[in-house]
């Protein structure tokens, strides 16, 4: 099989011949050697086509058209196969094939084939795609391949043509001799067409440029520019573009019109003036014609006059292209030489076409102007000069003075833009013209009349001008000062006449001195003068509110016309009578003393200057209390001073003062018979006397420990108190002594100690003298323990003495007593304040002995400055109470801004009354608030102190209300919770275990469960307000027990195994007891001996030291980890109202007493025996860092005085030992206690506390 696209085509390309002119011998060499070329090809030409009998041939065919390429092979005489194929112009075979349809190409492609020998390709609706080279192909054994190619040339006539930037049909403005640049283009045609232009049918071909662009879809798009200047004759014309093509000889040319329109100006305007005539005279009508011939577009033609715009209506002619503007007018003088300006435009930016006219106007002058003076005097000469209004012809001149004509200087002209000015001067001599001329008539007038007269050929005018003759006026005469004094404030009218003078006189009033009294007089003018004319006479009245200034003053009247040099006048002098301004008292001048002092002589001075006629002075004292003032008259002086001023007056009274005399009115009053009023002045006296005091001394102070109080006392003294001196005991302090504050005549205190009960003396020292004053300070505090036996180990049957000493103040009965288990033990009461026990030892009498002292509960209130206090008061009562609120003596009655109240019964029995006391200031800290409840059967009251915040108080009474087998009931009675909410806080552990537990709440019990049946619990409760602060532990802890789980009570089974110890079960136990310690005593007898006596002498060697430690103090035995000795918190906000005698809540203090089986007592010393435990008596708030910050953070908010600033605030007292080691004595706000080490200062512990995990020593 043979394949005819196994072999690589050979290309041949055909190209047309083309033909060019020879102009140069370069271009007929090039022309020879393509002739050579076309005969070699000529020759070679049955060589390359050897085999085909005929070739295909190129072809150029419009698109759409079909098209045939023939190609046959010759005869082999063999008869060999023949393969044929075409390749078309992309390159693709399209293959071996029977005449017929070829698949692709949208069928257009087809092979015919009448023989073996031939293949042609048939191409319908021929399209660009086709254009190009398409290959016939052949191959027969043993002659081998042999192909031809021929051209397909696809011709597209244009169909089209259009300009570029302009509306085929439309028209194309511009402007005469303006170039023109226009497009033509005829696009996608094939070859390119030839553009060509014509105007009015005639070819155009200079200014022509012409360019092709080829396109992608083998097309190219044709331009032809041309470029033109038209002017105004092708105005009109049809510009058209034409498009040739070798493809439409036979169908019409392709064509493009476009209509000219050339811009241009008119000619220039002719204007004229009806009639021809240019002079005109005023007055007549006057017409003027301005006709302007073409213009594209038509013109429009205005009249203007100095650029203004005066006539704009114009008419167009079309049939004669012409356009006319007829404007008409009243000639006037001001229309001489006016150059009236007719203009054409008709485009903008274009300079419009013009031409003017003048026309020349004659008229009479409109005035005439005469300058010269108005008036002059007597005997005086002035010149005149008349000037006309321009005219045209020019005017003559002429002059009549007072109706008769008189001659005039030579004439003179000046031409103006708009005519003629004429000029003429006239000199006068008054004198000559009143004795010549018209004198009667000017004596009576007092003036000259001249006339000026302008005339020429078309009128005349004239105008007057009057000149005045001045003379002077008569002096004038003043009137209305005939009384001799005038008093101050009174008004007086005044007049001045001047008679005659022309013109009539102008009156002006001043005022001013003599030279006599001043080296150069100075005047003033008087405002409000009225003046009126009378005839020939002028009248001026002025009004004067007289006052001292014008004392001695002239007052002086001036005529004044223009006639005269200087005025006329005529002057008077005022009398002012009139009292002092004011009238002063000070020490006289010179006097030894400047300050009056009680019992020494002093002098006084009153002064009264500035008064006519001079002052008449008296003194009157107004004492203290006196209704009736005493008059007195001193010694006067008199001083004359300027007239103007007036005369000063003063006067001098001695008296011996007292300090009754201090603040007493003393009045210096100034008169004469002559004014209408007087003038006095009043002074209190100030009298210096030493200090002194409004209460007797000493005063008693009462203060309750804890509490604050202010003192504040008066004190009179003149001057001022310089120096305060406080002493307490004798000794001198500065401000600030313990808790006590002072400043100045105040005594406060705040947060009061027992240490601060004493006498103080106050020494208030001036400059005159001094005073003493004493207060005696009781400070009344809670019963505390001040000494108790030390534990005390005797021999059994041995008396024991337990001594315990207390103090408190006030003192009151049953202050001190001793308990044991919960029970009272009958002792030996001394003084109030001390108890004796005495008891035998014994095994049963071993164990914990209980101190208790009594502290009362006191009511009060509290609350921060600016905020709210809330005191309550409980009464028990039947019938039912009612409450009364006194502040103070005063009542308060009902509820208002400052205080609020509300009462309610809590129960058949117990009724509450709440006093809310609101914004809060120093005054309610010094001042008690009573409560009174009362009923038809009596009544009570009691006093409640507000004072600042402070830390709650400790709960009282703690006691269990039930138990069972898992649960225990408490209940407690709240303490003063400080001035804020309070929550509590119950701590319990079971006895015999460390595990601590907690719970708070809100009420005053608690019901806890989830307890171990038949066990023993150990409970202590305290307080915690809303401001962060908590009080401390209740003291001594209360064991409570749980029941049985047959529900029997722990109390009730311990009673019962008591009960079986009968006396034989207790001695057979005792024998067995006797006999274990017989046995054991014997085998460590040697042992006992030998360790008893080295025991002995360490004892003594530590009772010793301890004896004698650092401050003497001794430590007393406390037993519970819990128990603390605190001072008694401060006061709060609300306040507690209970039974004095039931809400005592207690303090103690325990000791223990041990029976040595050695037969002698020691004392032991308590850092040996629990040193875990330790307290001591001197306790001071101070040596915790957080209660001495609480003082010092919240002073501020206290009503006393500054306190003084110390530079450390650390205790050194007998704590500090114990104190030093701790790191977490800083608690803002929260006192601390004595598990604070390590316990959170801030928050309540819920869980249980494990002592085995605390790093440190108890305290």
Known sequence: MHCLACFTPIHHPIRPVQSFPLEDPKEKMRNSRSSSTILLLLFLLPLI????????????????????FKCSAQKNPNNYELWSQWAINTGALLGFHDSGKLAGHQGRYSY??????????????????DDGRFECQMLRPGDGPFRAAALLNVIVPPTTVHFVNYQRGGVIEVNEDSQLNITCTSPNAKPAPKLLWYINGQRIDDDVERFDSYNLNKTSTAYASLVWKPRKEDDGKVLTCEAQHSSRTEAPPLRANISLSVLYSSDRPEVSVLGGETNVRAGDNVTLICVAKGGNPAPSLTWHIKDKNIDSRYHLDASSQETRNVYSFIAEATDHLASYECRS??????????NHINIRVAFAPAAVEIFGEHSIKEGAITSIQCRSKPSNPPSRMSWLVNGHPVPASVQSEHQ???????????????????????????????????????????????????????????????????????????????????HGGNPLADITWYRGFDKRFKKKAKWHIIPGARSSVSGDSVISTVTLNLDRAMNNQRIKCEAMNTALDEPLHDSKQLSVLYPPRRVSIRTPEGS???????????QLLCSAPGSNPPAELHWEFQPNGESMPIVLRGETTMNETTRENGFTVENIISFIPTDKYDGTLVRCIASHPLWTITRNVTLPLNV?????????????????????????????????????RWRKNGIPFDQTVGGIFTSRSMLSGRQIKETDAGIYSLFAVNNVGSVNVTFQLTVEYAAKVLQITSPVIADQGQEVVLECEVEGVPKKPNMVKWMRKGYEIASEVRGDTKAILRITASSENTGKYTCINHMPSLARGAGPLGGKARLRCRVHSVPDAEFAWYRGTELIKGNTSKFSMASHQLDYSTFESTLWVHNLGPDDYSRDVKCTAFNRMGEDHIVIPVGPLAPPETPLHLHSTNSTRETIALSWTPGFDGGADQTFEVRYKREGEDAMYAVNTTHSHVRLAGLIPASSYIFQV???????????????????????????????????????????????????????????????????????????????????????????????????????????????QTTIKEDHAGSDDDRSVRTMIEVNPNGYMQQIDPAFYERNCLVDYEFDPRGYSSRDGTLRGTYSN?????????????????????FSNNNTLSNQGTPQHMLSTFIQPTGVRTGPIRYSQLDGDLV
Request: glycine share 6%.
């Open 416 to 498: 103006q833009i708009n005519g003629v000015v004429s000029i003429s001067n006239l000199s006068l001599n008054s004198n000559e013209v009143r004795v010549h001329i018209v004198s009667e008539v000017l004596n009576s007038k007092h003036k000259i009349v001249i006339e000026c007269v302008a005339k020429n050929e078309e009128g005349s005018t004239s105008g007057q001008h009057v000149i005045k003759i001045l003379s002077p006026p008569m002096p004038p005469r003043i009137t209305g000062l005939e009384d001799a004094l005038h008093a101050e404030g009174e008004r007086i009218n005044l007049t001045c006449e001047a």
């Open 688 to 724: 210096y006397y030493s200090p002194r005091l409004l209460v007797d001394s000493p005063i008693s102070i009462v203060i309750a420990e804890g509490d604050s109080f202010k003192e504040n006392l008066t004190i009179l003294a003149n001057p001022p108190v310089s120096a305060w």
């Open 1198 to 1218: 206290v009503p006393y005085p500054e306190p003084p600033r110390e530079t450390s605030s650390i205790y050194t007292g007998s704590l500090n030992r114990r």
């Open 49 to 68: 086509y050897a085999g085909f009998h005929e070739i295909p041939l190129n072809q150029s065919v419009l698109i759409g058209e079909d098209v045939l």
């Open 345 to 354: 435009k008709n485009r903008e930016g274009i300079p419009a076409v013009t």
């Open 112 to 129: 015919v084939k009448e023989s073996p020998e031939e293949l042609h390709l048939k191409i319908e609706r021929v399209s660009l795609e």
């Open 592 to 602: 030894q003393r400047q300050q009056l002092i009680s019992g020494k002589e002093s």
């Open 1022 to 1132: 305290r307080s915690h307000n809303a401001r962060g602060f908590s009080s401390d532990f209740t003291r001594p802890s209360q064991m409570f027990s749980t029941l049985t789980e047959d529900g029997v009570d722990m109390t009730a089974i311990s009673s019962s195994k008591s009960s079986l110890l009968n006396p034989r079960t207790l001695t057979f136990i005792v024998a067995a007891i006797a006999f274990l310690i017989f046995i054991n005593f014997c085998l460590l007898c040697c042992y006992q001996k030998r360790q008893r006596r080295k025991k002995i002498q360490e004892k003594t060697e530590i009772i010793r030291s301890s004896q004698n430690g650092a401050d003497g103090v001794r430590p007393v035995q406390m037993y519970g980890a819990m128990g603390v000795l605190d001072g008694r918190p401060s006061s709060g």
